[in-house]
């Protein structure tokens, strides 16, 4: 489960769909409408590939629930290539994960 890599090459799908399409599972408590930030991505390398924040991440921004390196996977689509991981806190317990 550690260390995947995925190819998408349908710009229709969000990143949690795209995530969840390669059997991942990826936490969406909201069930991806932006309420919540439990599919939060940790972005680590193309931060500068993502559009501006939706109105939905915008809030989260404006409350102190998403960091400037924060985005939501249910919010974007994949624009270029990207290294994310899971939040700490949005971690399932039954998935072992690499540091
Ligand atoms: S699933 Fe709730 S904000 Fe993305």
Same mark, same amino acid.
């Given at each position: ?10 710009? &229709?799908? &969000? ?6 399409? @390669?059997?991942? $599972?990826?936490?969406? /408590? ?24 939706? &109105? /939905? ?9 998403? @960091?400037?390196?924060?985005?939501? /996977? ?6 270029? $290539?990207? $290294? ?13 994960? &690499? /540091?």
């Amino acid at each position: 489960m550690n260390n995947r890599e995925l190819i998408n090459n349908d710009n &229709s799908k &969000s990143i949690l769909n795209i995530i969840h399409d @390669a059997q991942i $599972d990826w936490m969406h /408590a909201c069930g991806g409408k932006g309420r919540c930030t439990s599919c939060k991505m940790i972005v680590h390398e193309g931060i500068e590939h993502f559009n501006q924040p939706t &109105s /939905a991440e915008q809030r989260m921004i404006d409350n102190g629930r998403l @960091a400037k390196h924060e985005r939501l /996977a249910c919010q974007n689509k994949l624009n270029d $290539d990207i $290294d994310i991981s899971v939040a700490e806190t949005n971690k399932f317990p039954h998935i072992e994960y &690499s /540091a």
